[in-house]
């Protein structure tokens, strides 16, 4: 199970770096790693950005149900990737203290921030209706995912 998900991060990160060639806008290429993502892993029911603005994180481009549009920083797994500066792994986000529940069928979420000069930008975030969807493997080819995404617009700016 872990090598077959380890090729399909792989696989995920070839495809985003051919959706990502020419293209400088964010929010477009936000649009289609939010779309890439939702349609190419199992068991997800959202996948989407949130950007920084100044002490808030504002819904961006995502695939599934309607969102929570502004989350504060440091409040539900968005807001305490962003304020931590680190990737957060929740298995089952009714024990997470805080957790804002956007869509009650959600139980496990895997937030990645985007970390952009040394600041963080926003985030990523994946949200699952099963307990414990999210593993280790999951977190590193969600961070080399975002990392492509960070790494793409810090060479091309828009």
Known sequence: MTAS??????????QLAALLIGERDRIANAANMAALLYHGLP??????????QGGVLVLGPFQGRP???????GQGVC?????RAATVLVRDV??????IACDPAS??????PLIEAGAVSGVFDLDSPLVG??????QMGCEQ????????HRRYPG
Do not use: M, Q
């Open 5 to 14: 998900k380890s090729e399909l991060y792989r696989e995920l990160a070839e």
């Open 43 to 52: 068991d997800v029911n959202w996948a989407g950005f949130y950007f920084r």
């Open 67 to 73: 969102a929570c549009v502004r989350i504060p920083l």
């Open 79 to 83: 807001g305490t990737a962003a304020v």
């Open 94 to 99: 009714h024990t997470f203290p805080g957790h």
């Open 107 to 112: 139980s496990s979420e895997l937030v990645v």
């Open 133 to 138: 969807r999210f593993d280790e493997v999951d």
């Open 145 to 152: 995912l975002a990392a492509l995404y960070v790494d793409h």
